[in-house]
C-alpha cells in the first residue's frame, strides 16, 4: 500500500499557490468571452435610429440602465473645438455605418466635425458611474479614422480614489468582424465606482458597444482555501475507509 501524503501533499501545494491573494486585486480583461458578466448595458436601449438618419443626437450627460435595472451615469465632457456635434448613436451595419464592431451593434459614439476624412472628433474622455459598485465592467472601444491607437481604463471607487489603470493596443477598421478591443477590468470585491475610457489619440472620437457588467462577488480567498483544504480532507477519509475495507 502507497502512503498517501505525497498525493495529498503536492495536491495541497498546488491548489494553494493557484488560490486568489488575500488582498483584494483589480485586473484587466481583453476578451468579453472570458470576462464572466451578468449584466448588460446595451445602447439600444436608448432609443432607435431611423434611415434615412443614420444616427441618434444624444445629450453630453444622461442616465442608461441595464438590463437587471442598474443605472449608470454617462458623462463625456463638450468638445473644446467648434463644430463637433453632441454624442451620437448608431447602428454598425454594412449598408450603414461599417466599423470592426459586430454587425447589428450600437455605438455610443463622442462625437465629430461632420464634412471631413479624417475628421477631428471629441476624444473624450467617456464617463461610466454606477449607481451600485460592482465588482467589473468593460466594453469594446474603437477611435475613427484610426488605424492603430492605445485605449486606457482608468477604475476608481465610490470616494473618488484611484484603484488602477490599464491600457491596451487598439485597431479600428470596416471589417464589421468583431475584432474592436475589448477593455474589462475586474476586482476580488465590488468596489469599481466609475470607470474612464480614453485612447492615446487627441481630437479623435471614440465609440464603445454594449457594456458588459458583473456584479457578482469573485469567493473571498480565504473561503476558497477552505473549501479546498475541505475537499481534499474528505477526498483523504473516503480513500482511508477504501483502503481499511480491503486490508
Do not use: C
Given at each position: ?7 495529498t501533499g503536492s495536491l495541497l501545494t498546488t491548489l494553494l499557490v ?106 473624450g474622455p467617456l464617463t461610466l458611474t454606477f449607481e451600485t459598485p ?93 473549501l479546498l483544504l475541505t475537499g481534499i480532507g474528505l477526498g483523504v ?11
Amino acid at each position: 500500500m502507497k502512503p498517501l501524503l505525497g498525493v495529498t501533499g503536492s495536491l495541497l501545494t498546488t491548489l494553494l499557490v493557484a488560490a486568489p491573494s488575500l488582498s483584494a486585486t483589480l485586473s484587466l480583461t481583453t476578451t468579453r468571452a472570458d470576462f464572466g458578466s451578468n449584466d448588460v448595458l446595451d445602447w439600444a436601449k436608448l432609443g432607435s435610429v431611423v434611415p434615412p438618419i443614420p444616427f441618434k443626437v444624444l445629450p453630453f450627460s444622461f442616465v442608461a440602465t441595464s438590463a437587471d435595472g442598474l443605472n449608470v451615469d454617462v458623462n463625456i465632457p463638450p468638445p473644446s473645438q467648434p463644430g463637433i456635434t453632441p454624442p451620437l448613436l448608431f447602428q454598425t451595419t454594412a449598408t450603414g455605418i461599417p466599423t470592426n464592431f459586430a454587425a447589428g451593434d450600437f455605438v455610443l459614439f463622442t462625437g465629430l466635425l461632420p464634412g471631413q476624412f479624417p475628421g477631428p472628433g471629441n476624444s473624450g474622455p467617456l464617463t461610466l458611474t454606477f449607481e451600485t459598485p460592482v465588482t467589473g465592467a468593460g466594453t469594446q472601444i474603437a477611435v475613427d479614422d484610426t488605424l492603430q491607437f492605445v485605449a486606457s481604463v482608468s477604475a476608481f471607487d465610490a470616494q473618488n480614489k484611484l484603484l488602477g489603470s490599464f491600457s491596451a493596443p487598439g485597431s479600428s477598421s470596416l471589417a464589421l468582424d468583431n475584432s474592436a478591443l475589448f477593455l474589462g477590468v475586474l476586482s476580488d470585491t465590488a468596489n469599481i465606482s466609475r470607470l474612464e475610457f480614453s485612447t492615446s489619440v487627441p481630437n479623435r472620437a471614440i465609440g464603445i458597444n454594449a457594456l458588459s457588467i458583473r456584479t457578482t462577488a469573485v469567493p473571498e480567498p480565504g473561503s476558497v482555501a477552505a473549501l479546498l483544504l475541505t475537499g481534499i480532507g474528505l477526498g483523504v477519509t473516503k480513500r482511508k475507509r477504501v483502503l481499511k475495507r480491503t486490508i
